[in-house]
């Protein structure tokens, strides 16, 4: 363990229980921090809690305890099972994809995990947690009980404050199953799992851990994705950014006339083939369009495209602050394009998962992006992420997506 005593008058935001604690704020440091424990102690020596120690990056210390309480295998136990406790109540019938914990929201910074069928998906966020790795792995199989667990560690590349692993580059460990049924290596552990079947409101997804984003998909958007289903009988849907295409199959679902994917990628495009073929729905090709958004938007809009029902959810565009400027940019020129492809009494559901974009930000460039589009819309309902994607109120920082829909209106 090492323990930390903070520069005089730095103590204020973990007295308030903020989780993040800033290397400048610290005086100096005692201890080495081999097991990734730090406790946090005041200018006149009183301790003011513990959490995991990631040396590598700003964010010195992600607090797990305010006050004495020590940092061992019971507090994993308690907090997943706490965190379990919650999904229990919020994930709805014929749904086995969901998020299990949610890293601050859950009281355990740093520590992502979802569960897709069989298998929990475990993501190691910061170099501490991923020193703890051996206790965390054990609690989650405790409390958690999946056939499989897999655990992806990102920690070390977050913490020097590189951009998430890029697909197919993820450090993934598959470890055997509780029971210690032998596994061949990890490759091959990977590949026989992968991807991974599970249910969302009784619709077939994948998650492609291997190479996928995220943990493999997009949970939380289930909420959008639920909303967009019973708005979409007999519509038109154009899904931008659609990665595997879970937007269009809940369309689909819904009774859309026709929903395209649109995105980038090509193995994005092809499990969202596979989604569709899964939940009994045609695969024409023209309805996947590998392209730039940006691109192929302003292309349609000059063609006079007209859809009943856009959607826009672009990777986050502000990585950092520096780059605020011009994700609002981005996200001007995108919503702009989109708005002018929707039909008279048609919707726009507009997201931003930027949290460095903060909500009001966000609404008042998809305002200016309508001004310069031309055209009225009215804000029918505010949807991020669902309930098992809880937000501390001590860290506010945790609520990153933003979704808007927006249904136009004759002005
Ligand atoms: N809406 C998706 C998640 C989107 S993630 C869902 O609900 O599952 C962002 C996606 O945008 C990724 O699949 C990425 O490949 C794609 N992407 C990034 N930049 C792009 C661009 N300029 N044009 C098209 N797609 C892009």
């Not at 323990?3 to 229980?17: C, E, N, Q, T």
């Not at 305890?65 to 136990?77: N, Y």
């Not at 470890?175 to 077939?204: H, M, Q, V, W, Y």
């Not at 193995?267 to 192929?296: I, Q, Y």
Request: aromatic share 8%; hydrophobic share 40%; proline share 5%.
């Amino acid at each position: 363990m090492i323990r930390l005593v903070l520069k005089p008058g730095r103590d204020a935001s973990v007295r308030r229980r903020h989780p993040w604690l800033f290397s400048g704020a610290i005086a100096e440091a005692r201890g080495d921090g081999f097991d990734g424990v730090a406790e946090v102690i005041d200018a006149r020596g009183e301790v003011l809690g513990r959490g995991s120690y990631s040396p590598d990056s700003q964010i010195v210390v992600r607090l797990w305890t305010f006050g004495e309480r020590p940092i061992d295998f019971s507090l994993f136990q308690s907090r997943f099972a706490q965190s379990r406790a919650l999904r229990e109540r919020v994930v709805p019938p014929a749904t086995t994809g969901y998020r299990l914990v949610n890293s601050e929201g859950d009281l355990c910074p740093g520590v992502l995990i979802d569960r897709y069928g069989d298998v929990a998906v475990v993501e190691l966020t910061t170099g501490g947690t991923e020193s703890w790795e051996p206790g965390l792995v054990a609690a989650a199989q405790e409390v958690f009980s999946p056939g499989r667990l897999l655990v992806r560690r990102s920690g070390s590349v977050h913490d020097r404050g590189q951009p998430p692993l890029p697909p197919g580059d993820s450090s993934f460990e598959a470890l055997a199953k509780k029971e210690g049924r032998g596994e061949g290596s990890e490759g091959s552990a990977l590949a026989d799992l992968n991807p991974i079947p599970f249910l969302e409101n009784g619709l077939t997804f994948f998650a492609d851990v291997a190479r996928g984003q995220k943990t493999g998909f997009f949970l939380d958007q289930r909420q959008n994705r639920t909303r967009l289903r019973a708005f979409s009988a007999g519509k038109t849907v154009l899904n931008l950014f659609s990665y595997s295409g879970a937007f269009s199959v809940a369309a689909l679902a819904g009774g859309a006339s026709r929903a395209v994917d649109l995105d980038s990628s090509e193995s994005a495009l092809a499990l969202a083939r596979r989604h569709r073929e899964a939940n009994g729905f045609a695969v024409n090709e023209s309805d996947f369009v590998r392209a730039d958004a940006f691109e192929e938007l302003r292309r349609r809009v000059e063609a006079g495209e007209i859809w009943d029902v856009v959607i826009s959810d672009p990777p986050a565009f502000a990585k950092k602050r520096s780059d605020v400027e011009r994700a609002a940019r981005g996200y001007k020129d995108i919503n702009r394009l989109a708005m002018k492809l929707v039909a008279r009494d048609g919707l726009l559901l507009t997201c931003s998962c930027s949290g460095l974009v903060d909500a009001s930000l966000f609404q008042k460039i998809v305002f200016s992006a309508g001004l310069e589009a031309g055209r009225s819309f009215s804000l029918i309902a505010r949807q991020g992420a669902a309930e098992d994607h809880p937000v501390s109120l001590d860290c506010p920082e945790g609520e990153y997506l933003k979704g808007l829909w927006l249904k136009r209106v004759d002005s």
